[in-house]
């Protein structure tokens, strides 16, 4: 196996683990900044710029939040944001323009920009995961509080042209869990062309199977759980997925179709 | 104004700007493994690993990605990936497992995991982008290559349930270009509720329009560029992102629509 470089920043990335438990001490101002801007000097598509973020400081949305995650600990998270792709800024830019903001030839509402903005927030929710772990701090991303779309667009009063993206929790670690295992680098990488032969995954999965089920009985030999094959299986067939999607673009303005 | 926080890795962060000329230099294999790595270590929803990456080495295929994105530096880039959202190969371990995989029960083709997967490929992209950049390489994300879609799918072969999500190029970096302005934090960053008072953006975006412009200006001042709000109102109105877009999900297998 190559022997893989290191410095601090890949020691950061490298050694990245969700946290779920913080300490009760608030974020300094200093680290806020820091990693607010470090978000911002992320890539963004076509320098459009089209995400913004929501910083969750009331503790009545804390609540809310972790209520509609199923997870208490969001509640308790010294710092709170919720990334939402964001083309209303860019709207409200180009109809002083003079476009014709509620035409068909405005096309920031399409799928392209909204997939692009999409990304666009999640470039700059990882810049602001590393700034933060490389200082220290323990992050976990939150995609359960997708689980009502419409209560968040309520709650933090997201406008036409805007949709949540990601939430991500962060503080001091209360916690320290053991690294969870990556699938070998052949499964995920491919050289030109894709593997799509089935006898390859299941092959290549085995030994991943076993590591993960190590992982699990070394953390907690009390409580078993299911291999990787079991746990994937059953997300296969999670109907409650059904509620966290796309549908509540079109009332936000956005024309997926096209 | 706060002062930031410094370390190595929030350095990297804050210095970041795209690269699109390159050394004709190949990337060592620890600097490959290693980057490779530091993607695979990204957070994951669900632990559904559900991205893939096609490493693009064949020079047929660079030049046809560089005919696709309409940008000819993508041919010579000396690293060059296509992430890639992948349930195929949760399909295969949950056919494999008995999951009837091809009815409605199956929910990994549906809009929030396909949207999850996107994030999770992003997540990992923006990990190998920040590997590569703390190692003195330079990267541009590459979204014109969604330009053909269709193309990129037979291309490289990409099985039902994979969808492209975007490029990267990597390389010693052959150009030295200044730091892109970014807009002021107020108006990325919000406590509690959005504001979408109009007013709030044309007022504040006035400054971002002054930097652009003082940027572009040094840059080459005798190449004129739009203003930041010109630029975005052409953006609106750009009607070849209609291609780029979701349409060709559904003949990949996915039902966006639920």
Redesign the interface.
């Known amino acids: ?5 290191h ?4 020691d ?5 683990r ?1 946290i779920r438990a913080f300490r009760d001490e608030p974020l300094s ?6 990693i ?3 978000a ?4 963004s ?5 089209d ?8 503790q009545e ?1 804390k609540d809310a939040l972790a209520e509609i995650g199923g997870q208490p600990y969001i509640a308790t998270a010294p710092a709170l944001y919720v990334f ?1 792709l964001d083309e ?12 014709d ?1 509620d035409g068909d ?4 509402k ?7 903005a ?2 666009d927030a ?2 700059a ?3 602001m ?3 933060a772990e ?2 220290g701090l323990g992050c976990v ?1 939150l ?1 359960s509080i ?1 689980n009502d779309i419409p209560r968040l667009i309520e709650l ?4 036409k042209y ?1 949709y949540p ?2 939430g991500i929790a962060i503080g001091k670690p209360a916690q320290e869990p053991a690294l ?1 295992p ?2 070998g ?1 052949g ?8 593997n ?1 032969d ?1 006898a390859f ?2 092959r290549n ?1 085995a030994v991943f199977n076993d590591e993960v089920h190590t992982y699990h009985d070394l953390r907690d030999p009390n409580t078993p759980v299911p291999t ?6 059953n ?5 409650s ?7 509540h673009a079109a009332a936000q303005g956005f024309d ?3």
């Open positions: 196996m190559t022997a893989l470089l410095n601090e920043t890949i950061v990335l490298l050694n990245r969700s101002e200093e680290t806020v900044a820091t607010e801007t470090a911002q000097h992320a890539a598509s076509q320098y459009l710029n995400w913004s973020v929501i910083r969750v400081t009331d949305r939402v209303y800024r860019n709207m409200v830019i180009a109809r002083e323009q003079g476009v903001v030839a405005f096309t920031l399409n799928s392209y920009r909204f997939s692009q999409q990304n999640v470039l929710l990882h810049a995961e590393t700034a490389s200082l991303i995609g997708l933090f009063e997201l406008p805007t993206v990601l969870k990556r699938m680098r499964l995920q990488f491919f050289d030109d062309v894709y799509s089935p995954v299941t999965i990787y094959d079991v746990q994937t299986a997300k296969a067939t999670d109907t997925v059904l509620e966290r999607g796309f549908d997926l179709d096209h």
